[in-house]
């Protein structure tokens, strides 16, 4: 103990009464400090990333709710914008996606909102990039969305220069790519075209994004295109969602079940 005591002294009286020692001990302890302060900073901010995140999220449904493609207009008779001019037709429930695959045939994602916070079977899932997918299944505060990365999704989609109309598919290989289904190969496609949603499914607004035509092929014995586009999203970084509910969907749907049935089907 007294070795201790008397070490410390001279330390100190070392780094006090030398420059150089002084120098290079307080620029030592400078260094660390600012390390620790560093780390500590980057674990805060980690920590406070996800409520921010989260935060912005809910904003971002806030205002999707007032884009143009959320509203129905009431009257075409009259020029005047204002509220009475305007229905709401689409609201935005945010969520987190919890589990997911990318690398099956048949694809599917967990999100962290269920029934109790409004979702139902049949909605449409979008993400800040585009369509992803519809939902399939529920539970209270769970659901399962039926990724665009399936078999049979037939999305109805518009390739948005031209106004043509199409399904959207995947063939199961790349989840970066799909395609197309439905256009006459006797129309001209440019390349880079935006595909959108179409209006009038009840399932998306109109003019969600979903790709861009990357390349055209003949389907093979038939007169169609076969329309490669690349995805807008990239379905293997899909972190965070909005589930699309059309208040007037219900409507939609009575009036289409009266639709006369063709005998052959």
């Known amino acids: ?17 030398f420059y150089y020692p002084r120098s290079q001990y307080l620029t030592t302890t ?7 302060w560093e780390a500590r900073n980057a674990v805060t901010k980690q920590l406070k990333l996800s409520h921010t995140n989260t935060e912005l999220q809910k904003s971002n449904a806030e205002l999707m709710k007032k884009l143009p493609q959320s509203f129905m207009r009431i009257d075409d008779n009259l020029v005047k914008i204002n509220d009475t001019l305007y229905r709401q037709q689409y609201e935005y429930i945010p969520a987190e996606v919890i589990n997911s695959t990318v690398e099956k ?5 967990t999100i962290n909102v269920g029934s109790i ?31 665009v990365l399936t078999e049979n999704i037939n999305i109805s989609v518009v390739i948005e220069d ?10 199961g290989m790349d989840p970066r790519r799909g395609s197309v289904a439905g256009i006459s190969n006797d129309l ?7 595909v959108v949603t179409r209006e009038g499914t009840g399932i998306f607004p109109k003019g969600i994004m979903v790709g861009k035509v990357e390349k ?19 379905y293997r970084k899909l972190q965070r969602v909005y589930v699309v509910k059309n208040l007037l969907a219900t409507e939609q749907q009575k009036l289409e079940r009266l639709i006369p049935r063709d005998p052959k089907e």
């Open 162 to 171: 031209m106004g043509l109309y199409g399904l959207l598919k995947w063939d």
């Open 1 to 17: 103990m007294v070795f201790a005591v008397l070490q410390v002294i001279a330390l100190s009286f070392y780094f006090s009464f």
């Open 188 to 194: 001209h496609i440019k390349k880079w075209s935006k």
């Open 105 to 109: 045939r048949n694809n599917y994602f």
């Open 216 to 234: 055209l092929k003949n389907v093979e014995g038939e007169a169609f295109w076969d329309v490669s586009i690349l995805f807008s999203e990239d």
């Open 30 to 36: 400078a260094t660390v400090n600012a390390k620790i």
């Open 117 to 147: 916070h409004g979702v139902e079977r049949g909605l449409g899932v979008i993400s800040d990039n585009g369509v992803v997918g519809v939902i399939h299944r529920c539970s209270e505060h769970y659901s399962i969305v039926k990724s």
